[in-house]
Nanobody
Framework: QVQLVESGGGLVQTGDSLRLSCVASGPIFSNYVMGWFRQAPGKEREFVAAISRTGGNTHYVDSVKGRFTISRDNAKKTVYLQMNSLKPEDTAVYYC?????????????????WGQGTQVTVSA
């Protein structure tokens, strides 16, 4: 399995931007579909975005479309989540995840490997 480490979280104000990074180690990174999920206190883990193995296809949850962008650099074994126009409801722990399939899955159980998470807090 691939090992994943997220970074880039923090405390920001409404309307600010953050870029999360997730660095992978282990097997060939380009073999994995990558996803970002988030979990707010008292809520279930929620799909945010996914990107295909080559980066050519992406998928987002409706609530972040137009504000968040997922991308990847296979040479650096890194996936990014650029978050713009942040809102208080974006506050959560953000996790990156990897799956060895092809589909841009939106269900957490479809992913094989997870990072430890990075906290994003957006103040009003």
């Amino acid at each position: 399995q691939v090992q994943l480490v997220e970074s880039g979280g923090g405390l920001v104000q409404t309307g600010d931007s953050l870029r999360l990074s997730c660095v992978a180690s282990g097997p060939i990174f380009s073999n994995y579909v990558m996803g970002w999920f988030r979990q707010a206190p008292g809520k279930e883990r929620e799909f945010v975005a996914a990107i295909s193995r080559t980066g050519g296809n992406t998928h987002y949850v409706d609530s972040v479309k137009g504000r968040f962008t997922i991308s990847r650099d296979n040479a650096k074994k890194t996936v990014y989540l650029q978050m713009n126009s942040l809102k208080p409801e974006d506050t959560a722990v953000y996790y990156c995840a990897a799956r060895s399939g092809v589909a841009l899955a939106t269900t957490s159980t479809m992913y094989d490997s997870w990072g430890q998470g990075t906290q994003v807090t957006v103040s009003a």
